[in-house]
């Protein structure tokens, strides 16, 4: 392997801190669905109210990105099935976000649960053209008392591909496109629609996916015997197993589909499981990854002796281990709109999104970049004219200064009643930032009883609050607890 091979060069992954329990699903449905107590085990991760597709995958992709220098990138590739826009560059949310040069490649991809797959083969396969961010995410809605209510999970992963010294390399890919209809979502629903399992099972994943698998794996001259990992989602019961018993693929390769502590995240989960399957990788190792969905993506990897030198991240574990029980049926069925309730007067204001303001203000509000006085050093946000130091008051004086990726404290806080929120109470408060500067922030996965002064806090993207009339979301940052 020389040093200038093309690969992955690093993952993250963001999954929300609420875990709905589904016991609490299936209690609340049990008089119309009782057959969903057969599913009625674990839990499944759901979005806060301020998470949406691109919150996810600025988070996954910040975990990525740590240790690595953001300004090499060149494109950067979003993939989800529930992208918030239909004609805005999500991508270019993502990017303004994460601070990323506007030099820079961007890219939606979606209309299948291979989105992310595909995204992630096509970027491999064309890795002449610079270092690329692969980040999928998703935030799928389903009908209250479904079975997909039960199966799906909200989450995001990335990965950052590119020349050096990978943790994984390319072995090959090869992709199957069959109209194979499993499910489906039509533009103008909410809710996918599938199709009867067992003849997804027999017809589908049983026959679409070997014949992928064993395509690559023959290209490739790989014994199916060698594979260590096989990551493949699927809702289906022991489909995993089922797949890697006619593909001949070792049964202890079969990885855990994250079913019983996640759910499975769409376009995002072939992604994720990658994820998990490198963060426990092996130098010399095979993965294998196939993604089902109207054909099938198959990709192998072999593990390399950089995997040792990874960088400390959240990464799959730790997302999965920042965990917040949560067995309030009713908060889920709100945050997704899915029962009408009475908000009161005060959530009726009209809120017009000014779009000369965003633009202009876009690195402070999209960013939170403030600024930092080069002549006493004194940090504040927002960056203005004149630094706040009355003992200096310099006039443009200041550089750029990200707060984002900047830990801080609660100086301290007000749990508000009576403002609007779709969790009520509202937290806001004061927050000191580690190496100087504070802020009035709102605060976001407060639980009551465990705010107090001095409480470590994070930086997060979050949903702002949203313009109904116009359809218009916006996006700023929150502290929570780090």
Request: charged share 25%; hydrophobic share 40%; proline share 4%.
């Amino acid at each position: 392997m020389s040093a200038t091979d093309f690969g992955i060069l690093s993952f993250g992954a963001y999954v929300p801190r609420a875990r709905l329990q589904r016991k609490a699903i299936a209690a609340a449905n049990s008089w119309f669905a009782p057959g969903l107590r057969g599913l009625a085990k674990g839990e499944r991760a759901t979005c806060n109210w301020d998470e949406d597709s691109i919150t996810l995958a600025v988070e996954a992709a910040r975990d990525c990105l740590v240790g690595f220098d953001r300004d090499a990138l060149a494109q950067l590739v979003l993939a989800s099935t529930t992208l918030p826009f239909d004609d805005r560059c999500n991508a270019g949310v993502v990017a303004n976000a994460l601070q990323l040069k506007s030099a820079l490649r961007t890219l939606d991809a979606t209309g299948s649960l291979r989105a992310g797959s595909t995204a992630l083969a096509a970027a491999l396969d064309g890795g002449g053209y610079g270092q690329t961010l692969v980040v999928a995410a998703d935030a799928r809605k389903s009908k209250a008392g479904s079975v997909q209510e039960m199966h799906y999970g909200d989450g995001g992963a990335a990965l950052l591909l590119g020349q050096g010294q990978p943790i994984a390399r390319l072995i090959g890919t090869h992709s199957e496109t069959v109209d194979f209809v499993h499910q489906y979502r039509m533009h103008d629903k909410a809710h996918d629609y599938a199709w009867e399992e067992r003849w997804v099972r027999d017809e589908g994943y049983l026959k679409i996916v070997p014949r992928a698998v064993a395509a690559l794996l023959e290209r490739c001259a790989v014994d199916p015997a060698t594979i260590a990992h096989f990551c493949m989602p699927g809702t289906l019961s022991r489909i995993g197993a089922a797949v890697a018993k006619r593909i001949g693929l070792p049964d202890d390769a079969v990885r855990d589909n994250l079913a019983a502590v996640c759910g499975d995240t769409g376009a995002a989960h072939p992604l994720l499981m990658l994820a998990a399957a490198l963060e426990v990788a092996k130098p010399g190792e095979r993965i294998l990854v196939a993604a089902f969905g109207e054909g099938c993506d198959a990709l192998l990897f072999e593990v390399t002796p950089a995997i040792a030198g990874t960088v400390q991240r959240r990464g799959v574990k730790g997302a999965l281990a920042a965990r917040r029980e949560d067995g309030n049926y009713m908060r889920y069925l709100s945050f997704n709109k899915l029962i009408d309730l009475e908000r009161g007067m005060r959530a009726e204001p009209d809120k017009p999104t000014q779009m000369t303001v965003l633009y202009r203000n876009r690195d402070m509000i999209q960013g939170l970049v403030g600024g930092k006085c080069r002549r006493c050093g004194t940090v504040q946000y927002p960056r203005q004219r004149y630094c706040v130091n009355p003992e200096c008051n310099a006039l443009d004086s200041q550089d750029d200064y990200a707060f984002a990726e900047r830990h801080g404290k609660i100086l301290s806080y007000t749990a508000d009643a009576l403002t609007y929120s779709p969790d009520p109470p509202t937290y806001f408060g004061m927050v000191q930032f580690d190496g100087g500067g504070r802020m009035l922030m709102d605060f976001s996965e407060i639980e009551a009883g465990k705010i107090d002064v001095g409480l470590p806090v994070r930086m997060v993207y979050r949903i702002k609050d949203a313009d109904a009339m116009r359809g218009f979301v916006r996006y700023f940052w929150k502290a929570t607890p780090a």
